[in-house]
């Protein structure tokens, strides 16, 4: 039911009722005759605004104008409003058109900036390198002059080549390597058999317990140590190889990172710490050897030395040269202050990959193990292999001369460890281990007193006896590395677990 003004016949916004005469008015003209005669405009009788009643009703619809009702007038309308809705999808689409088109450049500007983003990365990378290639020759030594037959090393630019001739054995290097080894027999042969005072004795040895562990030194998203060794002019300091591609020089005394080197593509597989220098040296399976600077905490030379994984690394008595075995079936013996190879030699007969490289403490002959169960033994000077030692029967995996020259421990995938007599060139002694037992590390102390096996756990021995005086089962994964602090007055572990552990009294 609709409701009417009396005073206009439309339907009221505000509809309200006067008690006087019972009629609807729309409110705003009802008050303008009230504010103008006082009286209701249907009798005349006296009216006030407080005295009308609201009527509440819902929002009223207002009727079209007269002019909409008719058909010419309705379709008109209807064709007004289909030319607003074709004008304004028009809007849109020129819009559209033209958002797309400055998406499309912005995406095209974002590609190029990538490319030139990454182009200029890689040629900083390469700058670095090549930077860190020629630190060396300008700092530490003057390099050795090339012989004319052969290239210079260096390319336009000055940017370090990938040296592969190799520089062969001069009589000097053979002279020097010669001088080294009358010395360090000579001291030899003055200790004698006397055993250092200061050394641990067995039975205090067998109470070693683990003291501290360490387990923030790599990542945590590639966990795994798998190399270790101690400065061997301060046992204090400890360097570590990680399965994260990253070195760490760690100091056990103040228990914090020295350095973290990086620079390797692969894992590193093995380390050395100089004995007299704040240098380190790394192997990897991305076929290069790397000399870095403690203090520096940067890479000073790339040997590149193979042409696949390198799998073992040990440095000469001299300190000056490194000798490497790798899965490209060679052992190579290079400069680690030009980063050049010397000599590089395979075993054309045996046709398998090295596995593990170690000198003899004279530095005169060297071992290397092979992924066919076999210990070779080389003269350095020759180049020749002077001795095989077989009796694995599975790849070795690690060999550790002991320091009065006359032992050669070996470790194998045949749960077994060995030791050999160089003088009688024969195997005296076979350590028979747990089954599938996975020998990884061997160590002897600096005095070749004691023997330290690493793997499926870490177990020590005394030599001559070659009786088991410890055994430690801290760490949760396969243990990858060993080494004894100075005078066996503690011992270090690195393991699959992340951690760098230490025992001692």
């Known amino acids: 039911m609709s409701l009417f003004c009396a005073i206009s016949n439309e339907v009221p916004e505000h509809p309200c009722v006067s008690p006087v005469s019972n009629q609807v008015f729309e409110r705003?003209?009802?008050?303008?005759?009230?504010?103008?005669?006082?009286?209701?405009p249907m009798n005349g009788?006296?009216?006030?605004?407080?005295?009308?009643?609201?009527?509440?009703?819902?929002?009223?619809?207002?009727?079209?104008?007269?002019?909409?009702?008719?058909?010419?007038?309705?379709?008109?309308?209807?064709?007004?409003?289909?030319?607003?809705v074709m004008l304004h999808s028009f809007t849109l689409r020129q819009q559209l058109q033209t958002t797309r088109q400055e998406l499309s450049h912005a995406l095209y500007q974002h590609d190029a900036a990538c490319r030139v983003i990454a182009r200029l990365t890689k040629e900083v990378t390469a700058a670095r390198e090549a930077l860190a290639t020629l630190k060396p020759q300008a700092g530490l030594v003057a390099p050795q002059a090339v012989p004319a037959s052969q290239p210079a090393a260096a390319g336009a630019g000055g940017e370090p080549m990938e040296i592969s001739e190799q520089v062969g054995?001069?009589?000097?290097?053979?002279?020097?390597?010669?001088?080294?080894?009358?010395?360090?027999?000579?001291?030899?042969?003055?200790?004698?058999?006397?055993?250092?005072?200061?050394?641990?004795?067995a039975e205090d040895l067998s109470k070693y317990r683990q003291v501290a562990s360490h387990a923030g030194l790599h990542s945590a998203s590639v966990?795994?140590?798998?190399?270790?060794?101690?400065?061997?002019?301060?046992?204090?300091?400890?360097?570590?190889?990680?399965?994260?591609?990253?070195?760490?020089?760690?100091?056990?005394?103040?228990?914090?990172?020295v350095a973290?080197?990086?620079?390797?593509?692969?894992?590193?597989t093995s380390v050395i710490y100089h004995p007299s220098q704040s240098v380190v040296f790394s192997a990897s399976p991305d076929n290069t050897i790397r000399v870095w600077s403690v203090t520096?905490?940067?890479?000073?030379?790339?040997?590149?030395?193979?042409?696949?994984?390198?799998?073992?690394?040990?440095?000469?008595?001299?300190?000056?040269?490194?000798?490497?075995?790798?899965?490209?079936?060679?052992?190579?013996?290079?400069?680690?202050?030009?980063?050049?190879?010397?000599?590089?030699?395979?075993?054309?007969?045996?046709?398998c990959a090295l596995t593990c490289a170690q000198f003899h403490p004279d530095g005169l002959i060297f071992g290397t193990g092979t992924a066919d169960s076999q210990i070779k033994i080389w003269d350095l000077k020759e180049r020749t292999n002077v001795a095989n030692f077989p009796g694995h029967s599975g790849p070795v995996t690690s060999i550790a001369f002991s320091e009065n020259g006359y032992y050669l421990a070996t470790g194998a995938q045949d749960s077994s460890l060995k030791l050999w007599d160089l003088r009688k060139l024969k195997n005296f002694k076979t350590i028979?281990?747990?089954?599938?037992?996975?020998?990884?590390?061997?160590?002897?102390?600096?005095?070749?007193?004691?023997?330290?096996?690493?793997?499926?756990?870490?177990?020590?021995?005394?030599c001559k006896q070659?009786?088991?005086?410890?055994?430690?089962?801290?760490?949760?994964?396969?243990?990858?590395?060993?080494?004894?602090?100075?005078n066996a007055q503690f011992l270090t572990s690195a393991g699959m677990d992340r951690s760098l552990k230490f025992y001692s009294l």
């Not at 088991?468 to 060993?482: A, K, M, Q, R, W």
């Open 432 to 462: 028979t281990l747990d089954n599938n037992y996975e020998v990884k590390s061997l160590v002897f102390d600096q005095s070749g007193t004691y023997l330290a096996v690493g793997g499926s756990d870490i177990r020590v021995y005394i």
């Open 45 to 84: 009788q006296p009216l006030s605004e407080e005295q009308l009643v609201d009527i509440k009703v819902s929002h009223p619809i207002r009727p079209k104008a007269p002019s909409a009702t008719s058909i010419p007038a309705i379709l008109k309308s209807l064709q007004d409003e289909w030319d607003a």
């Open 169 to 201: 054995m001069t009589p000097e290097i053979i002279q020097k390597l010669q001088d080294k080894a009358t010395i360090l027999t000579t001291e030899r042969k003055k200790r004698g058999k006397t055993v250092p005072e200061e050394l641990v004795r």
């Open 466 to 486: 070659w009786s088991e005086v410890l055994n430690f089962t801290d760490h949760s994964g396969l243990v990858t590395g060993v080494a004894f602090g100075e």
């Open 223 to 257: 966990p795994g140590i798998l190399a270790l060794d101690l400065c061997p002019s301060d046992t204090n300091k400890v360097l570590t190889g990680g399965a994260d591609k990253n070195v760490v020089v760690f100091d056990k005394n103040e228990e914090q990172i």
């Open 260 to 268: 973290t080197l990086k620079g390797h593509t692969k894992k590193v």
């Open 296 to 351: 520096g905490g940067n890479c000073v030379q790339v040997v590149r030395a193979h042409d696949a994984g390198v799998t073992g690394l040990s440095l000469h008595a001299t300190g000056d040269y490194l000798l490497s075995s790798s899965e490209d079936q060679y052992w190579a013996f290079s400069d680690i202050q030009t980063g050049r190879v010397l000599t590089k030699v395979t075993d054309e007969s045996a046709g």
């Open 28 to 40: 705003r003209l009802i008050e303008k005759y009230i504010a103008e005669n006082g009286t209701d």
